[in-house]
C-alpha cells in the first residue's frame, strides 16, 4: 500500500531545476526578495546557474519557507495541478502565490495575500510552514499575533481563489508559540512545533529571551477533525526550539522525528498503547566549550531536519558546528549515525573560535573552498533527491540570525551545495563540480533559503 501511495513522487523523474527564496532583509542592498529558480541539470548549458529571478513588489519581506497549492495527499484528484508556489513572508506577514504552471523555468507572480487579511480575519501573523490539504485547502502555520508576541495558529486558503477563509483551529485553541507542522490523517492528528515570539527573535537572538520565556520547548498535538488541540508534550531543556518535524512518510505510521535547536538533540516522537503521544530524546550532539565565541559553550544548532522517502535515513545540519550527519533510522529508538560531512561553520581551524573541549573531533575542521570559493555560515536547509541520492543545502537560516552569527555571510552571499549520498552503507560526499554563488547576484550578495523541486520533495509532501 505505501508503495502505490508513493509512486506520484518517488519515481519521478531527476530533478533538474529547483526554487528558492533569496532574501535582501538585514543586507545593505535596498532591494525586495526574490525567488531564484536554478538550473541543476549536469546535461544543461545552464548547470548551477540562476536561469530566472522573480522579485516580489515589496521590500523587507523575509520570504521563508514555501509549500504547494496541491501535492500528494490530493494527487488521485483529476483536478488537482501542482502549479502554485504558496511563499509567505515571515516578517512581512504577506503570502505570496506564484504561478510555475505557465512557465516553470519563468515563475511569474499570481497573487498577494496582503497582512490585513491575515491580521483581521484570523488574528495571525508570522506565517512559516504551508501544506496543502486532501480538501484541496491551503493550511499555514503562524508565529505570532500582530503584535508580535507569540502565537501558534494556523490560515487556511481557499486552493482556487487563495483568498483567507479564517482560522483552522478552533476558537481559544492556538498555542503560545508557533513554527513547523504535519499531521497523519490515519491516526487523526497534527503535531505542531514552537520557535519563538517574533518581537523577541526579529532581530537577532539574545539568550537571556529563553529564560524569560519568549522561546518554545513543546510539541502540540491536535485532533486532525475537530481541530482542538488535546496534548502538549513538554520537552524541557533539552527540547529547547523544537524547528522541523516529520512523520515518518508511510501514512500509516504513528512515529517521527523533530529538532531541536538549542541544546541540538533529535526528539522521536509517538503513539503509545494508550492511544496518546509521547517523546524521547534519541540523539543529542555535545556542545563544544570556546573562547572567542559569545558564550563559553557552542552548540550544534539543529536547524533542519529531513526524512528519505523511503523512511531509511534521517538527515540534519548543525548550523554552528558546521555539518551535516545522516543516520539509518532502521531502529527508530535507536539512531546510528552512518554519514557526516564539514561545511563551514563557527570552529574552523583559521577563525577566531579556539575549541577548548571538544567530545566528538580531534581537531578543528578546515575551511570548506569549494570552485575557489570560500562557504560563509553553515549548512542548514537541506532538500534531498527522489532517489535519495543527492542532497542539496544551503548555507542562510534566517537573515537577522545570519547578521549576528555568520557576518561574512551576509557580506559574500550565500552558495548551494550537492552532496553525493551512499543510499547502501551510508556516507556524504561533496560533488566538487556543483556550486551555485549567490554572492555574484546582479543585484549583490543575497541569502538563499529553503529548497523546492516543481515535482514535489522529501519535505513537501503528506500521503494520506
Known sequence: MILQLLLPISRGPREEIVYLPCIYRNTDIQKPDYLATVDINPQSPNFCKVIHRLPMPNLKDELH????????????????????????????SRIYVVDV???????????????????WKCSLAN?????????????????????????????????KTFEVI??????????????????????????????????????????ADVKTGHYGQRLHVWDWTTHKRIQTLDLGEEGAI?????????????????????QSTIFRFYKTPKRDWAAEKVIQIPSKKVEGWALPEMPGLITDILISLDDRFLYF???????????DITDRRNPRMVGQIFLGGSILKDGPVKVLEDKEL???????????????????????????????????????WDKQFYPDLVKE????????????????????????????????????????????DCTSDIWL
Open 65 to 92: 519557507h514555501s509549500g504547494w497549492n496541491a501535492c500528494s495527499s490530493c494527487y488521485d484528484d483529476p483536478s488537482k495541478r501542482r502549479n502554485r508556489l504558496i511563499l509567505p513572508s515571515l516578517m512581512s
Open 101 to 119: 504552471g505557465t512557465d516553470p523555468r519563468a515563475p511569474r507572480l499570481h497573487k498577494i495575500v496582503e497582512p490585513i487579511d491575515l491580521f
Open 127 to 159: 506565517p512559516h510552514t504551508s501544506h496543502c490539504l486532501g480538501s484541496g485547502q491551503i493550511m499555514i502555520s503562524t508565529m505570532g499575533d500582530p503584535s508580535g508576541n507569540g502565537k501558534g495558529g494556523f490560515v487556511l486558503l481557499d486552493g
Open 166 to 207: 479564517g482560522n483552522w483551529e478552533k476558537p481559544g485553541e492556538a498555542a503560545p508559540f508557533g513554527y513547523d507542522f504535519w499531521y497523519q490523517p490515519r491516526h487523526n492528528v497534527m503535531i505542531s512545533t514552537e520557535w519563538g515570539a517574533p518581537k523577541a527573535l526579529g532581530n537577532g537572538f539574545n539568550p
Open 242 to 262: 523544537p524547528l522541523e518535524i516529520r512523520f515518518l512518510h508511510n501514512p500509516a505510521a504513528a512515529e517521527g522525528f523533530v529538532g531541536c535547536a538549542l
Open 317 to 327: 545540519s548543525n548550523w554552528l558546528h558546521g555539518d551535516i550527519r545522516q543516520y
Open 362 to 400: 580531534n581537531s578543528q575542521p578546515t575551511p570548506r573552498i569549494l570552485k575557489g570559493k570560500r562557504v560563509q555560515g553553515g549548512p542548514q536547509m537541506l532538500q534531498l533527491s527522489l532517489d535519495g541520492r543527492r542532497l542539496y543545502v544551503t548555507t542562510s537560516l534566517y537573515s537577522a
Open 413 to 456: 552571499g550565500s552558495v548551494m551545495m550537492q552532496i553525493d549520498v551512499d543510499t547502501d552503507k551510508g556516507g556524504l560526499k561533496l560533488n566538487k563540480n556543483f556550486l551555485v554563488d549567490f554572492g555574484a547576484e546582479p543585484d549583490g550578495p543575497a541569502l538563499a533559503h529553503e529548497l523546492r523541486y516543481p515535482g514535489g
